[in-house]
């Protein structure tokens, strides 16, 4: 399978090696590709490799290496950019636009946003991980409000930001975010004013340090620092909130199984009636909900199945096909989804 290097994915496996335009060997037959290969290859400008014909079991499913390349880059950055706030208060603020530029880029060119959540799902979920996913899904969720791409290039930015603050915040406490007594929990929560302090020291971006500050409030009135309500609460700072909210809530608690995916979904629409925006939140469900239909799923009996309608009654219990056994999920109560696949 000939295939160009800006196409591979994330564990493809050369079949052939690979050679430069002037001779020179690059990789051997056999070397599955990561990261550091596409780069070689690129340095190399080798612009196609053959590959093995790719199964279910190749690479990671959805993610070029490009694409891959890229969440590693911005990952990485953020925790410099981490460390520097740590050590000196503030960060060179072209730091953040070079490593989340390339990142929005690709993610423009994909589309489906489940299967690469949870793709980005199987991976351990580190503070630097979680800001870039928050970035990231920030920014599709104001592409699909209808946002200009100045505009969500500046909530994306915000919510890669959101939570620099913690960086003051003790690693005894922000690394045991699980097992806090009510003192350590005041004191986590210092992190919103820490982040806009240090966006301000950082940026003129007034907006993201907002965000910093807000993304923790609530529209009810029951969040924090301020106890804010909906009036006074930015629009970027809504739609940041829903993507950690969302993302909070996917990540594998330790001791705990994960929770379905639809579960999640309907806790986050639950929260839309009172505590989080409702169109961030609808845009959130809506394009989850839609991205579903053909995604393999296993049910809680065991079987394996696909989802091939969306209930309207219910959303959060689509119509699954097992073989030729259709399942009603709003009908059939004692079933639900367990697990979805790419």
């Not at 699909?144 to 005894?172: F, N």
């Not at 929770?259 to 169109?279: Q, T």
Request: glycine share 8%.
């Amino acid at each position: 399978m000939r295939i160009h290097v800006t196409d591979l994915q994330y564990g493809d496996r050369l079949r052939e090696d690979a050679f430069s335009p002037m001779g020179l060997h690059v990789l051997p037959k056999g070397t599955a590709v990561k990261v550091e290969e596409t780069d070689l290859l690129n340095r190399h400008r080798i612009d196609y490799v053959e590959i093995e014909p790719r199964t279910s079991q190749t690479g990671m499913g959805v993610l070029s290496a490009a694409m891959q390349s890229h969440i590693d880059l911005a990952i990485r950055g953020y925790q410099s950019i981490f460390l520097e706030a740590l050590t000196n208060g503030e960060f060179e603020e072209r730091s953040v636009d070079l490593q989340l530029e390339p990142l929005l880029q690709t993610v423009d060119e994909h589309r489906d946003i489940v299967s690469l959540l949870l793709v980005l799902e199987r991976e351990d979920v580190s503070l630097y991980n979680h800001s870039m996913q928050v970035g990231m899904l920030s920014y599709y969720i104001a592409t699909w409000l209808g946002y200009s791409r100045e505009e969500c290039y500046a909530i994306s930015r915000a919510g890669y930001l959101h939570d620099i603050g913690k960086s003051k915040v003790s690693p005894a406490i922000r690394n045991h975010e699980e097992y806090l007594t009510d003192y350590d929990r005041q004191e986590l929560r210092k992190h919103t004013k820490f982040g806009y302090d240090i966006i301000r020291n950082s940026m003129e971006d007034e907006i993201a340090a907002m965000v910093a500050w807000q993304h923790h409030e609530r529209e009810d009135g029951s969040g924090y620092p301020l106890g804010l309500t909906k009036e006074d609460i930015h629009p970027y700072s809504q739609i940041v909130a829903v993507a950690d909210t969302y993302l909070g809530l996917s990540e594998s608690k330790r001791g705990q199984p994960k929770r379905p995916l639809l579960d999640i979904l309907r806790e986050v629409h639950e929260l839309g009636f009172g505590k989080l925006n409702e169109r961030p939140v609808q845009a959130l469900v809506q394009h989850l909900m839609s991205n579903l239909l053909g995604k393999g799923v296993r049910l809680n009996s065991g079987e394996i199945g696909t989802i091939i309608l969306n209930n309207p009654s219910d959303i959060f219990k689509p119509l699954v096909q097992v073989g030729n056994q259709f399942y009603d999920l709003s009908r059939e109560r004692s079933l639900i989804v367990e697990e979805v696949f790419i």
